[in-house]
């Protein structure tokens, strides 16, 4: 009889939900980044989901206002974190005086955007952060590890990247050298949609804000340069005495130094002039990561430099560099182009199937493999012992022990190796020192 009071499963959308054999490879991926950012000795952070609302609201701005899930329980406004960021600074202008600095994070969490959902944009996505924080003041090395951070990162998780790299200071004093400093933004805005739009209607948009057709150009050109670091800083370093633009040139020379003393492969890394970055918090050293293989991804990976990480929250000046990986959108990218490689379907490495009344010696047996670092599971459903063999098959565990009550009265197992098709009867040690050695492999 039908029950019409059942309601109908159904998910949100904008929200990715994977199966069990993809979310192992979520997570490995996850994991291979966290280790990376623990190789380099990032500190591991966990903020809360919720913030009050002044606080998270504090530096936001634009569209951003539009898509943060914003509520009320009790007396309390709240807001869902929209980044990892603005939580990072409240911690650690609340911590300041306990912190050790340079105060190297990393986070990996859920943030929340009610954007509308569409291919590569996600409400709920994974954030992996890393930030390095100076109180007073922050060596442009930093800068530098940071872009390390991102090369190593992704050498794991073995994409091929390209780390496209500029200093906001050279437009910012190059636009004031030119005599346009109140119209920063506005030219920012424009060169930021070169790419897209293309020069001659760069050109006629910044004619627009009344900038002379020579300074057009030149920024247009500036802003178009890109390749060899030593080259363009060459090239750029006499165009103006203006201050800032003297300091973005210096910064980059240092961090060009810096970058090959970490011995990243020159094909990796490009200075690009024209790398604006849409945040307005950034003002210094900028990067983006594209897939050369598949530009069509677009940023992939970013972050830079920003003075005062914490101003709207301490007196105290906190610059820092922080750089972010947009994780589940880039999943996404690579599992719609069949590029997340061949992963187990299954966590276990040994299946262990119990013949007769041996479920309670298979059960002592699987403790022994778990406390030797073997992932084992024991199949006690009560289907056949051929529809059980199918079924490790069919979730890649590369190893079955049968247990009947032979193998428990002579201790002497039955080890089938699937991957390779080798069965053999062994002890219960020589049975793990076969597992290990495979797994060595």
Known sequence: MSNNNLITPRKLSGFMELPPYKQIIFDNMVGKIINVYKNNCFMPLNTPIL?????????????????VYHFSKGDNDLCMRYDLTVPLARFVAMNT????????????????????????RFREFIQCDADIIGIDSLPITADAECINLIHETFEALNLDILISISNRNILFGYIDSLGYK??????????????????ENAFKELESLEIDREDCDRLIKLSALKGDFKDIIEEIKGLSDNILFQQGVNDLLTLSNNLEAYNIPKDKYILNLGIIRGQNYYTGTIFETLLPSHPEFGTICAGGRYDNLAGYFTDKKLPGVGMSIGFTRLFDLLDNNEMLGNFPLSPAQLEIIPLGDTL??????????????????VNYDNRSFKAKLKDANKKDIPFVMVVGENEVLSQIYTLKNMFEGVQENLNLENCLERIQKFLKK
């Open 51 to 67: 913030e009050y609302t002044d606080i998270l609201m504090a530096k936001s701005g634009g569209e951003i206002d539009k898509e």
């Open 97 to 120: 005086d306990t912190i050790s600095f340079p105060f190297k994070r990393y986070q990996v969490g859920k943030v929340f955007r009610g954007e509308r959902p569409q291919k590569g």
């Open 182 to 199: 109140d119209k920063t933004q506005n030219v920012l805005t424009i060169l930021d949609k070169l790419p897209k739009i293309g020069k």
């Open 360 to 377: 309670d010696k298979c059960l002592e047996l699987s403790t022994f493999f778990r406390k030797n670092k073997i992932r084992c599971e």
